[in-house]
């Protein structure tokens, strides 16, 4: 079983996601604080522990959020980051937080952490790198959300 975690310095409202998703076509149902979502196969996600989260891991979501994490969702499916079947669920799941909260990550527990677009989907870490600078930050979001 694969685990990534959705971060975000924002309370997540998990109601609005189940929404969003249910919009997209998939099912989503919750049961003891845990949401199945599936369509073509089946992602269970539930609310990140940050503490069990290596600190190197939240520097990276906190210099991209540029706020340290405090709520997340951990996805937890069959196959490999990327290349699994339920990797597009996965993405939709992340990207339907990243409509209900204003900033988002997605980290991989394998070292690589994406820049989440409610639109776009995943942003790779050197779209971010390339264009991130201290002076930069609100530049990059602005480019990014589609305001400038």
Do not use: Q
């Amino acid at each position: 079983m694969t685990a990534v975690s959705v971060l975000t310095a924002a309370n997540i409202n998990l109601r609005k996601v189940m929404r969003t998703l249910e919009r997209e076509g998939y099912t989503a149902v919750a049961h003891d604080g845990v949401i199945e979502v599936s369509r073509d196969g089946v992602v269970s996600a539930s609310p990140t522990r940050l503490d069990d989260l290596p600190s190197d891991r939240l520097d990276v979501a906190r210099r991209m959020l540029g706020l340290r994490p405090w709520s997340g969702v951990t996805c937890r499916f069959d196959g490999a980051v990327g290349a699994a079947e339920t990797w597009t669920t996965v993405v939709d799941i992340a990207r339907a937080v990243a409509a209900v909260v204003p900033l988002a990550v997605l980290d991989d527990h394998a070292g690589t952490t994406y820049l989440i677009h409610s639109k776009r989907g995943l942003v790779p870490p050197e779209e971010f790198n390339e264009t991130h600078a201290p002076s930069s930050s609100t530049d990059f979001l602005r480019r990014l959300l589609g305001n400038g």
